[in-house]
């Protein structure tokens, strides 16, 4: 079972910051937070991970609380493509083990 | 930006055929994946390969399945004798390696009549 929880469903103001909230209290300390959406039924696409660190890339930033029990992915503008389910994971990162997939948030983005 | 590609797309089978998904993985990756996706439902894992053999498996990869890499590219999941719920989308993704994200293809939707 996901390791994660995160609200079924959000909805966001084109333009503005779509903050995604992710809450992972048994967090172990060799796991890294992972971000993946999903639009419509294709593949799920990587977004961003994290250790303890806040992290930024070109679509996102990810910050995680201290304690590490938490996280929130961070979308600066959103726009109409962002509509999507957003899964938040918690794995180890050896090479081979896999993602468990929750439910994940939909994330609505209105014009 | 190098992209995981799966053949076919769309793919429709009588149910007790074999059938085979084919995945193009990204060239320089070393570790691959299979998923599915019932509609409406979660992703779930299926199996892991790495060093020309599987390295995990999930409770629904029976011996109905099996995975190969027949060559420096492709890699494969077959379907030995369908069933009405082997009915999904199936993800095939890749990565490095250790602190590499997977990434994901397409998917192949399988239908079985």
């Known amino acids: 079972d996901a390791k994660t929880t995160q609200p079924p469903s959000m909805d966001c103001a084109e333009g503005r910051a779509a903050n995604l909230p992710c809450n992972h209290s048994t967090i172990s300390g060799n796991e890294y937070v992972y971000w993946y959406r999903q639009i419509h039924s294709q593949g799920p696409q990587y977004i961003i991970h994290?250790?303890?660190n806040n992290e930024t890339n070109e679509m996102a930033s990810l910050i995680i609380t201290e304690d590490r029990k938490s996280s929130t992915l961070i979308l600066p503008h959103a726009t109409l493509r962002d509509t999507a389910v957003y899964y938040c994971i918690v794995r180890v990162d050896a090479g081979n083990t896999p993602l468990v997939f929750g439910k994940g948030t939909r994330l609505s983005v209105i014009a | 930006e190098p992209e995981v590609t799966q053949t076919p797309s769309h793919q429709v089978t009588q149910m007790g055929q074999e059938v085979i998904l084919r995945c193009v993985p990204i060239?320089?990756?070393?570790?691959f994946y299979w998923y599915r996706q019932i509609l409406g439902q979660k992703v779930e894992f299926l199996v892991s390969?790495?060093?020309?053999?599987?390295?995990?498996k999930s409770e629904i990869f029976d011996d109905q399945f099996s995975v190969e890499r027949p060559d420096g590219s492709n890699f494969t999941l077959k379907i030995r004798s369908t069933k009405l719920e082997d009915s999904a989308m199936y993800f095939c993704?890749?990565?490095?390696?250790?602190?590499?994200?997977?990434?994901f293809g397409d998917g192949t939707r399988l239908s079985i009549l």
């Open positions: 993704a890749s990565s490095d390696g250790y602190y590499q994200p997977q990434h």
């Open positions: 994290g250790l303890k």
């Open positions: 060239s320089n990756h070393l570790y």
């Open positions: 390969f790495y060093n020309n053999e599987i390295s995990e």
